[in-house]
């Protein structure tokens, strides 16, 4: 119970940053200009939606019209010409030019672009920026999250690992609450799916992926504002993963059914009509799962996300005291759906991983199948 409210908590403090975000947001408008509310919505979820050069915790506006943002910047890295090393600070949220060694860069639709001293943006005919990209490494917000996810998991499972062998086999303190996580990706997950002779082998990826994934997917429900799951590009990278080992660890057997599906059924002159239009949707079928797990994973979170900020800018939109805190309950109810869903995202992607690699493990047992012809052909 005390986790329970203590979560709550959390997602009260998250929920209550992002409409103070929103607000100060809609007093300041964008350069200046007064826009509808519902466009300033949109605009406001699709930069919440967006990877950035920094952690943007809330905003607010002075009187002398100033705009203070309270956020943590992040070092921006770009190569042009040479390597260039500063703070996103110098970009003021896209509001100011940074100078670095005589060279003007400017922060636009969250994208690094040289310009002149004047952050002169020039377009094409299609309205696409022409100036110079210089390469981007920087350590977006979406990067960070990553490391420390990554740095987070190394030291759990070292410290469940390091408590299993001074306990005898018994896991203390946060593995207690692990330990059954693991047991079930393993014993319900990979070892029906994958079968007992191999399942061991895949166990790794599997455990790195569900957790990998779970985690981030919490963080983006704090007030952070993170979207790593959210962002097609991080999804396409976890899908292509599996669809690597998935196919450079595949069996004999998973080949040859891709490429000769029917086997000895029958005669080739009588497969070679069928071939022509179920090998090609077999090989398509390579492409199909991996693609289905990036956008299934992509597209809920994503909609999750969007929902929820919908949800907090309705409250802008009645200004009333029954639509408002309405607004506010449905959004506290759905971010407690979400705490569901990201659990429920990365079992999925884990399941579905894990029946992949069943299909690339499946073996025949051929000589068994011969031994058994002559006593079919004797009957």
């Given at each position: ?38 466009t300033e919505i949109k605009e ?198 599996t669809f690597l080992i998935t ?38 079928g390579l492409i199909i799962k ?90």
């Amino acid at each position: 119970m005390r986790n329970l409210f203590t979560v709550k908590v959390l997602l009260i403090c998250s929920l209550f940053f992002t409409s103070a975000t929103y607000a100060s947001a809609k007093e300041e408008g964008v350069e200046g200009s007064k826009k509808d509310i519902k466009t300033e919505i949109k605009e406001y979820i699709s930069h919440h939606l967006q990877d950035s050069h920094d952690f943007s915790i809330f905003s607010y506006t002075e009187d002398n019209g100033e705009h203070v943002y309270i956020g943590i910047p992040l070092p921006v890295i770009i190569w042009d010409n040479g390597l260039h090393v500063f703070s996103s600070s110098k970009f003021h949220h896209g509001e100011t030019l940074a100078e670095v060694d005589g060279n003007y860069y400017k922060l636009y639709h969250s994208k690094i672009y040289k310009t002149d001293a004047s952050g002169t943006i020039n377009y094409d005919e299609e309205q696409h920026p022409t100036n110079v990209k210089p390469i981007d490494f920087s350590m977006t917000k979406n990067v960070v999250m990553i490391i420390i996810t990554g740095l987070l998991m190394f030291w759990l499972f070292t410290s469940l690992a390091r408590s299993y062998a001074k306990n005898g086999g018994v896991p203390t303190g946060a593995g207690r609450f692990f330990e059954p996580i693991v047991l079930y990706i393993r014993d319900d997950i990979a070892r029906p799916t994958i079968g007992e002779k191999r399942y061991r082998k895949y166990m790794p990826f599997l455990l790195t992926i569900f957790f990998f994934i779970w985690f981030l997917n919490m963080f983006g429900l704090t007030p952070l504002g993170v979207n790593v799951t959210g962002n097609i590009a991080i999804t396409f990278a976890l899908a292509l993963l599996t669809f690597l080992i998935t196919n450079f660890t595949g069996t004999k057997d998973y080949w040859k059914h891709l490429v000769d599906p029917l086997g000895n059924a029958m005669p080739w002159y009588g497969k070679l009509p069928i071939y022509i239009i179920l090998v090609p949707i077999e090989l398509l079928g390579l492409i199909i799962k991996p693609f289905a797990l990036l956008i299934r994973l992509y597209a809920n979170m994503q909609a999750g996300h969007i929902v929820l900020m919908s949800l907090i800018g309705l409250m802008f939109i009645f200004k009333s005291w029954i639509g408002s805190p309405l607004s506010f309950f449905l959004a506290f109810a759905i971010t407690l759906i979400e705490i569901l869903v990201a659990l429920l995202q990365a079992y999925i992607f884990t399941m579905l991983s894990s029946l992949y690699f069943g299909f690339a493990s499946e073996e025949h047992d051929h000589g068994h199948e011969h031994e058994e012809e002559p006593e079919l052909a004797h009957l």
